[in-house]
């Protein structure tokens, strides 16, 4: 068995955490099992994770499913639902990018070792990537026709990198961030 | 209200050494209502975080749920 429940006896709810376990089989999907140490640790990761946020959706009251899995080497937690989940993506996905750090914080304070842990909810990441995606498509391809280079407007990494992904895919062009973080982006130049 | 208190009392239990140690509490005085973050001298860093980016993260992570023009204030305990 890779379930690795065993780390919860680490975490601060001590009491109320063994309901919390109980119900997981209900409302979670557990995509695979580990195959390897590497992969446990990341299952791991998703399972903190899942409590964490299952116990801040019970205490605000909205309706959620958690779903866990494991991408690229790094743990996945997608949580979709009501129309509530809004709230916690915000505004450019502000507070979807805090709640990000503050659950990586809760892993790594049970792991004890940082987490790389992808946090999306109602699938916000995803629809931006396509949103972001065509972005990058379509400057890539003016610029090829003008011959002149395009400044996005600041990104977070996560945005600019799919950016990036885009513009690579064109030929004829490319693309570097400028600026420092929180102003820094993507501008796309003729080659 | 009591819920805003409740969540960020947990969000903030997830991530510090001694979370027993954490209380938070709803204040309300003539600048407006502040939650009160109270924890463990050894986890104020952890609390705050570099350059101050857990507080910040706490204080979006609670303005998107209810608490916007709700102050958030992590204070030191003298236990």
């Known amino acids: ?116 842990l992808m946090l ?21 391809e003016q610029v090829h026709r003008s011959g002149e280079s395009m400044r996005l407007q600041p990104m977070t990494p996560f945005e600019r990198k799919i950016v990036h992904d885009a513009v690579a895919e064109v030929e004829g062009v490319h693309s570097e961030s400028e600026g420092e973080e929180p102003r820094r982006r993507v501008v796309v130049s003729a080659e | 209200m009591s819920m805003l208190a409740d969540a960020l009392e947990h969000l903030v239990r997830g991530i510090v050494d001694h979370p027993d140690d954490v209380r938070v509490q709803l204040v309300t005085n003539r600048r407006g209502r502040t939650l009160e973050v109270h924890v463990n001298p050894e986890d104020l860093g952890k609390v705050i975080g570099r350059g101050g980016r857990t507080a910040t993260a706490l204080r979006t992570v609670m303005s998107g749920v209810g608490g916007r023009g709700v102050r958030v204030d992590v204070v030191d305990t003298d236990r």
């Open chain 1, 1 to 116: 068995m890779s379930e690795t429940l065993t780390a919860r006896n680490d975490t601060p709810d001590g009491g109320s955490e063994e309901a919390v376990v109980g119900e997981a089989g209900e409302t979670r999907v557990r995509e695979r099992r580990a195959e390897t140490p590497a992969e446990e640790s990341l299952v791991q990761e998703g399972d903190v994770a899942g409590d964490y946020l299952e116990r801040l959706l019970d205490l605000v009251d909205y309706d959620g499913d958690i779903d866990l899995d494991v991408d690229g080497g790094r743990a996945v937690v997608s949580v979709d639902g009501g129309e509530d989940l809004e709230r916690l993506v915000g505004s450019r996905g502000a507070v979807l990018e805090a709640l990000q750090e503050l659950t990586r914080l809760a892993v790594q304070q049970v792991t004890g070792s940082r987490s790389r």
């Open chain 1, 120 to 140: 999306d909810v109602a699938q916000w990441r995803a629809d931006r990537r396509n949103e972001l995606s065509e972005l990058g498509s379509s400057t890539a």
